[in-house]
Structure formats: structure tokens, C-alpha cells
């Protein structure tokens, strides 16, 4: 099953590398983002140099009319949305007793609201098709917690549940629901870190180096493909062996 995928987030980071990976998969993707439209053109223009479609969409995930608006425009321009990719996210280190109730809301809003919005907007399609594949992007901190990072946290864990649940609903539509739980990642996410902690955090890690953006779309890949048919509701952890 090939189609139109729709990456959320891949200006950049690890949504543009999986972007990148679906496009040579075999799809026409739908290179999502909010603000990095330069960003998200160069990667169409990348894919599209590779003899694939790709079309750039901006949205606030969290918009739910707006997700639904580039649903539908997408499935004009492209055609029907066979995979999901939510990767759009945000992250912020903070001691809980200092977050806000507006930056508390805001990491509800972009990591669970965002995958309610996108899946309502793409699961009615998928589930008339009996095709369609769903991967989520979590974390490591979702399934460990991250101290510093409980908001973050939180809204990680949220996504493995509703990747579970959600899996089990839609399964009997033949759609798989899976996730993935990266460990560090070396991207912009990252840019608040220096070199030291960075090393550190390598060091700390079983396979000794920082994940790759590749890292994860080659697990994201896998999931999408026929070759997991029959995985569904799984968490694959991309992450150096950090979490076991
Ligand atoms: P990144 O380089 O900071 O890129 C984030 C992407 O999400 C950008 O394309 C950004 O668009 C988009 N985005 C952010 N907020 C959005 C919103 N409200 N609506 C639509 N798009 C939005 O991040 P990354 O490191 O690649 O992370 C990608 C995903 O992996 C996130 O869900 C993150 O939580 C997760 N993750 C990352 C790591 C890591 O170590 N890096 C580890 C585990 C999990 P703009 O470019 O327009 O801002």
C-alpha cells in the first residue's frame, strides 16, 4: 500500500527526514508545517528533484478547522491520505512548579489535541478506504518521564494511549495505529543543550552516540510499510538502547 503521506512537522528535524524516507518509499507526501515554509519547500523540492509529488500545507495542529481544512486539500491536490505521521511538536524544560497554566495548555494543545484533530480529520477517509496506516511520534520521556519536562511528559504518555486505543478500534477497518518513542535526537529541539550535556547524554547511552533524524524515519519506514502488517497498537523505541 503506497498513496499520499502526510508528515506533520517536517520543515525540519525528524519530520523532514521522514519526509524524505516516504518520498523514496514511494509516496506523494504532504510536507506539513507551521511557520518554515522556506523549510518545507526545499524539502518538496528535494523530493520532487527525485521524481516524486510533494506539496507544502501550514497549519497549527492544534487548529482543529484548520486541520480539517488542509485535509481536504490535500485529498484534492493529492488524493486520498494512506498514511499519518504526527511529528509536529514542541518541547520546553521548566520545573513544574514554574509552568504556566498557558504552557501547560499550549503542550496539551500541539502533542494530543494536534492527533485528535489530524486523525478526525484523516481516519473517516481511511476507514470508507479499509487502508490506512497511523504512526505517532512520542518519546522516551512518555514512557519514562522526564523531570523538567512534566508537561512534556505528559502529553507523551497521552499519545502512546491513545496509540494503543485507538489501534484497537480501527484495527477491524484494517488500519494500523503505531508509535514511536525516540531517545535523544539530535535536531533544533536540541539547541537549548550544549555540547557537554550532549556528550553526556551520548555517554549515558548504551550505543554510545545521539539518535539521528534517520534514526527515526527509518523506525516510522518500517511501521508505514507492509513488512509490519501485522504490528499494531506497538511502541518502537528508536533510542540507542537508553530506555529497555
Ligand atoms: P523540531 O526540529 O523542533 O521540529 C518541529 C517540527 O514541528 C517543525 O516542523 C515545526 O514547524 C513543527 N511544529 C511545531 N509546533 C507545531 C504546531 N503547533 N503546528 C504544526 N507544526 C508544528 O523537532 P524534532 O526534534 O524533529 O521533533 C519532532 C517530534 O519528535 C516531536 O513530536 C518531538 O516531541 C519528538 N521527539 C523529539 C526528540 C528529540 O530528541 N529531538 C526525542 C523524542 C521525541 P515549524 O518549522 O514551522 O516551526
Redesign the pocket.
Known sequence: MKGVALV????????RATALQLAKDGFAVAV?????ID?AEAVCHQIRANGKQAQTYL????DTAAVHRMVQDIQLALGPITALVN?????QQKLFTDITPEEWHRMMA??VD?IYNTCHAVLPEMIRNHAGTIVN????WGQTGGSCEVHYSTA?AAVIGFTKALAKEVGPAGIRVNCVA????K????AGFDEETLSALAEETPLCRL?T?EDVANAVSFLVSEQAGFITGQVLAPNGGTVI
Open positions: 506533520t512537522g517536517a520543515s525540519r528535524g525528524i519530520g506539513h508545517c507551521l511557520h518554515s523549510e497549519c497549527d495542529v492544534a511529528n509536529a511538536g514542541i518541547a500541539v502533542h494536534g511520534v512520542s518519546s522516551m507523551k525516540p531517545g535523544v535526537i535536531t533544533d529541539m536540541m539518535g533524524p
